[in-house]
DNA sequence: ACCCGAACAAAACAAATGTTTTAAACACAT
DNA sequence: ATGTGTTTAAAACATTTGTTTTGTTCGGGT
């Protein structure tokens, strides 16, 4: 075969595009000039731009999945119950383990997660739910065996809040962090804010149960 | 003049078309189509698509700024400082005052919230900082001063946590709510999961400082 | 040396998009 | 009723989009 980085230039290409601007919004002509490629290049090698989009999330997906899998995987059979704080940080990790480039693919991972959930009808979602629906459920469960005796629905709502504070910081560090510099004259970094989250995240899992939702 | 609710039809259709798909995906011949309007009534009576997108969100976003400044006005007048629940639940409250229209505008309020902050760089974002940074940069302010002891910075940080929380979970309430229902067979309603998120912010924004970021 | 299939390049294609243009219909003041 | 400015209607325009097609190049196995 020919010099088959090919894929992996397009992928390159495509993932900082996407996060930068949004799938619509990147077409496969300034991906492919970007990546110095021919445009049919994508449709050869993924087929569609649909599919493009999807290799583009398992890439960085796949080895979270497998990597928080096998964490799963060691908790069960050990049998102890990690605690709250080292589940939700299990996440973070796992997280920072996976990104294997350059520093601000923390950013391009989180604004890709944004923007799977905002764009959220169509192809990808039920891509993604297909394909590590799985782990994700296993990991919840587990968060319902460790959480503080609140029923599986409270918990699940709250993973989504926790979720939700996440991806909204992270995908949009850059511009948050613009404003901060104007608003209080302070600037911080993606690690900073990592731990600034942390606290605010298990204070809220451990709130108590609004009382007129007990059923 | 005749019938003008031409552009209100207009502002209706693009307003939830977007929110169910985002503004690249839809086009302006879906809009006047759901509209029953002919295709140029866009460009002759807003000039461009991005106008039009700004249009949308300044008829939700005027009122809901100028109830929420006018609250402003009264608390410093009155210089009673408010509670770190009800300046939170001042938010939730002004939300669901604005919505003039059907059951579901709140997803709808919230969808295009979270598109706005995915589509982050473009025209939008700045318009929208332009015309209601002034009014966010005061609720800031006061939050700042009732919160409990923190630095600015850090309060600053946990607002976007917060508004992560809530414009994330409400902007994919539907999704959330599905997947909810196959994993622990339960559904909620919004003003349920508002009532979730509550006690969940409330904690968060209590929780106490990360050690090693007292600088 | 030959061949075969994989990889690339260039061009063309059809469809969809935002926008503009032209003309008709309308409301309303004079 | 007439005329004027506003609103709608229909068509056309120029781009841009994803995709396909056609031809060429390259590498390695027999």
Redesign the pocket.
């Known amino acids: ?4 980085d ?1 894929v992996e230039r397009i992928l390159d290409a495509a993932e900082s595009l996407f996060a930068e601007k949004g799938f619509s919004e ?5 991906i492919t000039s970007r990546a110095k ?9 993924f087929g ?3 599919v493009l989009i999807q290799a583009v999330f398992t890439r960085f997906l796949d080895p979270f999945a497998e990597g928080l899998g096998k964490r799963l995987d060691h908790i069960e059979s050990t049998g102890e119950e990690p605690s709250l704080e080292e589940l939700i940080s299990m996440l973070f990790i796992e997280v920072l383990r996976v990104k294997p480039r350059g520093q601000n693919d923390l950013k391009v991972f989180m604004r890709l997660l944004a923007l799977a959930y905002a764009q959220a009808q169509g192809h990808l979602r039920k891509h993604l739910q297909a394909i590590y629906g799985h782990v994700f459920t296993r990991y919840f469960r587990l968060l319902v065996k460790v959480a503080p005796g609140l029923p599986e629905n409270e918990l699940y709502w709250r993973i989504n809040f926790m979720m939700g504070s996440v991806i909204f910081t992270m995908s949009d560090f850059d511009t948050l962090n613009a404003i901060s510099e104007a608003e209080n004259g302070t600037t911080a970094s993606i690690e900073d804010t990592l731990k600034r989250l942390a606290p605010f995240l298990v204070s809220g899992m451990r709130a108590p149960q609004p009382a007129d939702l007990e059923k």
Request: proline share 0%.
């Open positions: 075969m020919a010099q088959t090919t990147t077409s496969l002509r300034t490629v021919n445009l049919a290049a994508v449709n050869y090698h569609s731009k649909n």
